[in-house]
């Protein structure tokens, strides 16, 4: 095994804190956006209306938390191929789809909420990417987690696209379950970011490793 120097062992636990920190900060944001709405998951609205009103920080800072977990988690670790710049395109989706705000009711017609959603698609397509990718010197066992959820992911976004032609998908109509299938993403999305954070102290160093490969 590839020993680490001082400085870089150093740097390299305080990003890992600084991940786990903001996967562990994700799920309590995610649980306090259901309360402070008041609607607990399956939700009934869209996830970007949760970015509405007075409580639209807390969402703010959650989509933040989201996008830059993995980036902490995978620094002065290996990063195979594109994963890095992966992850860089997915964070900033997760800034995009935080700091702009979609329309009240989900109609997502003027610019902005245009843009918002934007942000969100690539946030929900390149961060699952990154993490995947990431994961390619993961033990097996987390390897296989993560292909089967962005498996799962793959099927629920077909589902949010049919939803969102109008289609009742989940028996709750096509608003409900648009909102029904992005919210069971998202939380595919954070199960990812957190298989990330347990196995991330295993994955193999980076440059800056005394005997590492290249």
Same mark, same amino acid.
């Given at each position: 095994?590839?020993?680490?120097?001082?400085? @870089?062992?150093? #740097?390299?636990?305080? #990003?890992?804190?600084?991940?786990?920190?903001?996967?562990?900060?994700?799920?309590?944001? /995610?649980?306090?956006?259901?309360?402070?709405?008041?609607?607990?998951?399956p !939700?009934?609205?869209?996830?970007?209306?949760?970015?509405?009103?007075?409580?639209? /920080?807390?969402?703010?800072?959650?989509?933040?938390?989201l @996008?830059?977990?993995?980036?902490?988690?995978?620094?002065?670790?290996?990063?195979?191929? !594109?994963?890095?710049?992966?992850?860089?395109?997915?964070?900033?989706?997760?800034a995009?789809?935080?700091?702009?705000?979609?329309?009240?009711?989900? =109609?997502?017609?003027?610019?902005?909420?245009?843009?918002?959603?934007? @942000?969100?698609?690539?946030?929900?397509?390149?961060?699952?990417?990154?993490?995947?990718?990431?994961?390619?010197?993961?033990? +097996?066992?987390?390897?296989?987690?993560?292909?089967?959820?962005?498996?799962?992911?793959?099927v629920? =976004?077909?589902?949010?696209?049919?939803?969102? #032609?109008?289609?009742?998908?989940?028996?709750?109509?096509?608003? =409900?379950?648009?909102?029904?299938?992005?919210?069971?993403?998202?939380v595919?999305?954070?199960?990812?970011?957190?298989?990330?954070?347990?196995?991330?102290?295993?994955?193999? +160093? @980076?440059?800056?490793?005394?005997?590492?490969?290249?």
């Open positions: 095994m590839a020993l680490v120097d001082g400085r @870089g062992a150093g #740097t390299r636990s305080a #990003t890992l804190i600084a991940g786990r920190a903001c996967t562990a900060l994700g799920w309590l944001l /995610w649980v306090a956006l259901q309360v402070l709405t008041d609607d607990p998951f !939700p009934e609205i869209s996830v970007s209306q949760y970015g509405l009103g007075p409580t639209g /920080w807390v969402f703010t800072v959650w989509a933040v938390a @996008g830059a977990a993995p980036l902490l988690l995978l620094a002065g670790a290996a990063a195979p191929g !594109p994963t890095r710049p992966v992850l860089w395109v997915g964070f900033a989706g997760a995009l789809m935080a700091v702009v705000r979609t329309d009240e009711g989900g =109609g997502a017609m003027s610019g902005h909420a245009q843009a918002h959603m934007a @942000g969100a698609v690539v946030a929900l397509v390149f961060l699952p990417l990154g993490i995947v990718l990431a994961l390619r010197g993961a033990p +097996p066992a987390a390897r296989r987690l993560a292909l089967a959820l962005t498996a799962l992911a793959a629920l =976004g077909v589902l949010v696209i049919m939803s969102a #032609t109008g289609l009742d998908t989940a028996g709750l109509g096509a608003g =409900g379950s648009w909102a029904l299938w992005q919210g069971a993403l998202v595919v999305e954070m199960i990812l970011v957190t298989v990330l954070a347990v196995v991330a102290d295993r994955l193999p +160093p @980076g440059r800056n490793a005394v005997g590492a490969d290249g």
